[in-house]
């Protein structure tokens, strides 16, 4: 008998815990879309669930930025190998020249992300700690505009165009999710003296 009342207790608990955490994700994406509506709140939604459907659901706001670092991470690594591949076959050197800008930003914004979620997974992300790890997000989105750049300086089309843009896209869920951790600040006045 003592099992079964567990047993239903679990039950009773399980759902209600899911729902709870589920809300988080939805949330914290309404959130996010409500301010980047290019976005958008179905697109927020399908990257966290793509990248492990459990874990989002069970996160707290603070393990989905950590989360959202991780994924945008992996994107930067990815186009960080895409990088290389075009540099070894590229036979123009100015071109290579503009791979290599990408290379660089891409290899740091690899570097940026995963101290972002390190320092999110142990609990940083609010005070002095948090401006370092809005710090790092924020540098890792510039990635995309910097190896744009190098190419449209130069009146080159970008071969990266679409995996910055993905980039861009995945490293602003990422910062919106960190940002919505920071407390504001304190709007105590400040006396006045004699």
């Known amino acids: 008998m003592k099992l079964l009342s567990s047993v239903l207790l ?3 608990v399980v759902p209600t815990t899911t ?3 589920s809300s988080t994700l939805e949330d914290a994406c309404r959130s996010f879309a409500a301010g980047h ?7 927020c939604i399908k990257t966290f669930q793509a990248a492990d459907k459990a874990s989002a659901a069970a ?5 989905l930025a950590a989360i959202a670092a991780r994924i945008a991470g992996a994107k930067a690594n990815a186009t960080a190998a895409r990088v290389a591949a075009l540099r070894a076959m590229e036979r123009d050197a100015r071109r290579r020249d503009r791979l290599a800008v990408c290379a660089e ?3 740091d914004a690899v570097n940026q992300l995963a101290q972002a979620a390190e320092d999110l997974a142990g609990g940083e992300g609010e005070g002095g700690a948090g401006d370092a790890v809005m710090t790092q997000l924020s540098a890792a ?6 190896c744009e750049d190098a190419f449209g300086e130069a009146d080159d089309t970008s071969p990266l165009a679409a995996e910055d843009a993905e980039f861009k896209k995945l490293a ?3 910062l919106a999710v960190a940002a919505s951790l920071m407390t504001p600040p304190s709007s105590t006045p400040i006396e006045a003296k004699d």
Do not use: F, W
Request: proline fraction near 3%; charge should be negative; aromatic fraction near 10%.
């Open 172 to 174: 602003t869920i990422a």
């Open 59 to 63: 996160a707290d706001l603070r393990g």
């Open 19 to 21: 729902c709870k955490s």
């Open 105 to 107: 930003v891409y290899s």
């Open 10 to 12: 679990l039950l009773l």
């Open 141 to 146: 989105m510039d990635a995309a505009g910097t």
């Open 37 to 43: 509506p290019s976005i958008g709140y179905d697109y």
